[in-house]
């Protein structure tokens, strides 16, 4: 099994920077492609970011390209979202997710940690 964990969220104004990390452990050899994504209330789920598990092909939501990052240490088993800029629109609960295969569901989830930007 794979266990995430995320941390690092929290309460900014808008214009400042938050850095999220996913400590991820358990079977993490099984692990193809991971992603932050992000639900709002009353609002469906988004995908933010997500890249391989070698850290490779990072992929954006339009509506964060240019301010989010996605990154892993590969040391630590964890990744990580830097998040620039942040709007009241970035407000959200944010999970990390995995999979096991190249294509398909995202079906390991961590808990979320909440994001809240005030205007």
């Known amino acids: 099994q794979v266990q995430l964990v995320e941390s690092g969220g929290g309460l900014v104004q808008a214009g400042a920077s938050l850095r999220l990390s996913c400590a991820a452990s358990?079977?993490?050899?099984?692990?193809?492609?991971i992603a932050w994504f992000r639900q709002a209330p009353g609002k469906e789920r988004e995908r933010v970011a997500a890249?391989?598990?070698?850290?490779?092909?990072?992929a954006y939501a339009d509506s964060v390209k240019g301010r989010f990052a996605i990154s892993k240490d590969n040391a630590k088993n964890t990744m990580v979202l830097q998040m620039n800029n942040l709007k009241p629109g970035d407000t959200a609960v944010y999970f990390c997710?995995?999979?096991?295969?190249?294509?398909?569901?995202?079906?390991?989830w961590g808990r979320g940690t909440q994001v809240t930007v005030s205007s």
């Open positions: 997710a995995a999979r096991r295969s190249i294509t398909g569901n995202y079906n390991i």
């Open positions: 358990g079977r993490t050899s099984d692990i193809v492609r």
């Open positions: 890249m391989t598990w070698a850290g490779e092909l990072p």
